[in-house]
């Protein structure tokens, strides 16, 4: 586990002392759950986890006979004239202490200011434990660890609780409640703004309005008063986040740095954390394919029984096929359903933050390490030939990726043209490409249960070679066999770049354009010059051939850089 989410570290260690765990609000302290629930039962380590999946939720610890403690909660640097023995202690984010003691057995009363600066948090209480943040951006920290010791509370705290009278306990009454509920919802809010967290709050605020409002606010009433500070909230965290600082390191500092290799879902096909579009025209395997990946993946099986995969469970959002195609296609790969893939089928997903967040947030809590989109075209409404747009959509498939999940998208080949490769034929605008980590384009001859498979970009390593694939029946299970590399034929541009390239590495002189041409021309180029122009034109472009003026207006070209002469 990483060290930011150090809060949920030790919310299941003290899970596991024996103490009931809640997840309480950064900012204002407030339970983010019906905690009282937790005064008779403790929470599971699987309810923790899907808790403190977020590192800025703080650790709660309800106290009484639940967690078999008592805390004198000490906020005042005077002496209290009353003895405090040795026990597991903590310094507050405040700047006060909280003293653990062992419950007695007997019922001890959570008491404010029993002493000046001093209350007790036992039965029907809770107290706030490190690592948590305090509003001021102070750590709760350990004194003394519970691991080294709770001893018995002091005889004095009883006694004094004895003398103390009744705590009024009386209701809000029905003018006060509006203000006092726009008061609450700002403290369960101020840092609640996930989907998860602010469902948690809304909770909270319903047992809030039950427990304390005299009559209780009619729900309507209530639920407006939330969404209002919750836009207010947004609003001002929006805010917040648009302030940008530019943070930059040195090169020396760059070049010092170790960086891990790739992390593989499919070994040297997909990458971890990535997102990867898988493209084919219609009939062409792209959805049996995919769906072989997302098998092989939920089980840690090889891929085309060639490619080593990293065992998870996978999403499946498919907006494109119903339920019914789905278990068809399914079935024809495997009748063994005992696999975790979860499957959303044609159900209104469209990639906007609110979507995104909530698909992030039950993923994690399925620990999905994969999710399939079935198809690009169905999840947005944005115009595909627009740069503009489809970063705006590729964003939110990046945000996905960057919360460790493996993004695959499967997309549609544009009407195929034969002066072009494969990252060409991806519909759309050329953007949608250039914001992918992966893409893989699926080739299938008409009538043939044979695929090719070519790696047009991969951004973290070297493609690999096309290669073959062929979907068997042996009537049980469906599968696909590898077999093996193959030659995709290049397009007359390529090939004349890299006739280009090769006709430059062996000449003494850079040469003009028409003597280039006719360099070309007599070793065997195809297409006329017209695709010669547009080949040197996306070579200057793209880096791998320079140029400079020659005699009498002439261009010179090079496939290294001219050096400038001085004067």
């Known amino acids: 586990m990483q060290n930011e989410n150090q809060n949920l570290i030790d919310a299941l260690r003290y899970c596991q002392l024996g103490f009931s765990v809640i997840p309480v609000n950064f900012q204002s302290k407030v339970p983010l759950v019906n905690w009282r629930e937790y005064q008779s039962k403790r929470a599971s380590s699987e309810q923790i986890e ?11 610890i309800v106290t009484g006979v639940i967690s078999g403690i008592v805390i004198v909660d000490i906020d005042t640097k005077e002496k209290i004239g009353r003895p405090l023995p040795p026990t597991a202690t903590t310094r507050t984010g405040g700047g006060g202490s909280h003293f653990v003691y062992r419950h007695p057995g007997i019922p001890v009363k959570t008491v404010a200011g029993l002493l000046p600066g001093v209350d007790i948090r036992g039965d029907g209480g809770y107290a706030v434990f490190p690592p948590s943040t305090h509003q001021n951006g102070n750590k709760y920290e350990w004194i003394i660890p519970p691991e080294d010791g709770i001893t018995e509370l002091p005889e004095w705290v009883l006694e004094e609780l004895s003398k103390k009278p009744p705590q009024n306990t009386g209701k809000i009454p029905e003018g006060a409640r509006n203000s006092a509920a726009t008061q609450v919802a700002g403290r369960l809010l101020s840092g609640a703004l996930t989907e998860e967290l602010s469902a948690l709050a809304w909770e909270t605020m319903k047992q809030w309005n039950e427990e304390k409002c005299e009559p209780r606010l009619p729900d309507k009433e209530l639920r407006a008063t939330f969404e209002s500070i919750f836009r207010r909230e947004s609003t001002k965290r929006a805010t917040e986040k648009s302030h940008y600082e530019l943070q930059t390191i040195t090169l020396s500092e760059l070049a010092a740095m170790e960086f891990s290799a790739p992390r593989w879902l499919v070994d040297k096909l997909i990458p971890h954390e990535s997102v990867t579009i898988i493209s084919g025209a219609p009939a062409s395997y792209k959805t049996f394919i995919t769906l072989d990946i997302a098998l ?9 029984g060639e490619f080593e995969t990293s065992k998870c469970p996978v999403l499946i959002v498919d907006e494109e096929n119903s339920p019914r195609l789905i278990q068809t296609r399914t079935r024809l790969l495997s009748k063994n359903t005992d696999t975790p893939i979860y499957v959303a089928s044609r159900s209104g997903f469209q990639l906007r933050e609110d979507n995104v967040d909530r698909l992030i947030q039950y993923a994690k809590s399925k620990e999905v390490g994969l999710i399939i989109f079935d198809s690009f075209i169905c999840i947005h409404n944005a115009d595909e030939n627009s740069a503009s ?24 080949h544009r009407k195929r043209k034969e002066d072009r490769n494969a990252a060409q034929d991806l519909r759309g ?5 250039a914001q992918v980590d992966c893409h893989l384009a699926i080739d299938r001859k008409l009538n043939s249960a044979s695929v090719t498979i070519q790696q047009s970009k991969l951004r973290e390593a070297e493609e690999i070679k096309p290669f073959t694939v062929t979907l068997h029946s042996d009537g049980d299970d469906g599968y696909f066999t590898h077999d093996g590399n193959v030659k995709v034929g290049q397009s007359k541009r390529d090939e004349l770049k890299n006739l280009i390239k090769t006709t430059l590495a062996y000449v003494t002189e850079p040469p003009n354009r028409t003597q280039l041409w006719e360099m070309v021309h007599l070793a065997g180029a195809k297409g006329g010059e ?32 001219f050096v400038v002469e001085d004067g």
Do not use: C, Q
């Open 296 to 304: 092989k993946v939920s089980r840690g099986e090889k891929l085309f």
């Open 389 to 412: 747009d489809m970063r705006n959509v590729m964003k939110h498939l990046k945000e996905i990726a960057k919360n460790g999940i493996a993004v695959i998208v499967i997309h549609h």
């Open 429 to 433: 605008s050329s953007d949608i490409l």
């Open 50 to 60: 899907y808790w403190f999946k977020n590192p800025e939720v703080n650790v709660g």
């Open 530 to 561: 017209a695709t010669f122009k547009t080949a040197i034109k996306e070579m200057l472009k793209d880096g791998v051939l320079f140029s400079k003026r020659g005699d009498k207006n002439s261009t010179l070209y090079s496939l290294t850089p």
